[in-house]
């Protein structure tokens, strides 16, 4: 089951978080995503991209100048999450036409509505592209169709 999905730079400042069933509280979040990120840019790009964590497992993939950070319980399949790092980085690359981070800190509620047609409640639900995108395509029709 995922635990939480983070989005972060180099510099360590979180721009996107999503938590599932209330893993940490919401006081020790800011500390906790800090922590979390800390280790994650530490380590070299030869290192695994899964480390332990209290009771997470981590599973991180960086792009460019993002770091893609997803925490797991032990019965989840790190491949398995690995692969779906790939696939939101597809998605928002194709969305965005290159996902840089101002997109991601600007389009936060666009984020938020593809990371929860991919997953609910910590559990994958959809991994096409196309579904995913699909109603956020059609809001965005609806969207441009108010301003003409």
Do not use: W
Not at 29 to 56: G, H, M, P, T
């Amino acid at each position: 089951m995922i635990k939480f999905i983070l989005i972060s730079n180099k510099q360590g400042l979180t721009r996107f978080s999503n938590y599932y069933n209330n893993c940490v509280e919401k006081e020790e979040r800011s500390y906790f995503e800090a922590d979390i990120v800390r280790k994650c840019l530490s380590r070299n790009e030869k290192q695994c991209s899964f480390i332990e964590y209290k009771s997470f497992k981590i599973v991180y993939r960086r792009y460019a100048s993002l770091f893609f950070i997803v925490g797991i319980d032990e019965s989840e399949n790190e491949l398995g999450i690995y692969e779906l790092i790939h696939n939101l980085v597809e998605i928002l690359d194709h969305y965005f036409s290159r996902v840089r981070e101002l997109d991601i800190m600007f389009n936060l509620e666009k984020i938020h509505m593809i990371v929860d047609e991919m997953v609910c409640n910590g559990y994958i639900i959809e991994t096409s592209k196309i579904r995913i995108l699909q109603p956020i395509k059609y809001l965005d029709q609806l969207q441009a169709a108010r301003i003409l």
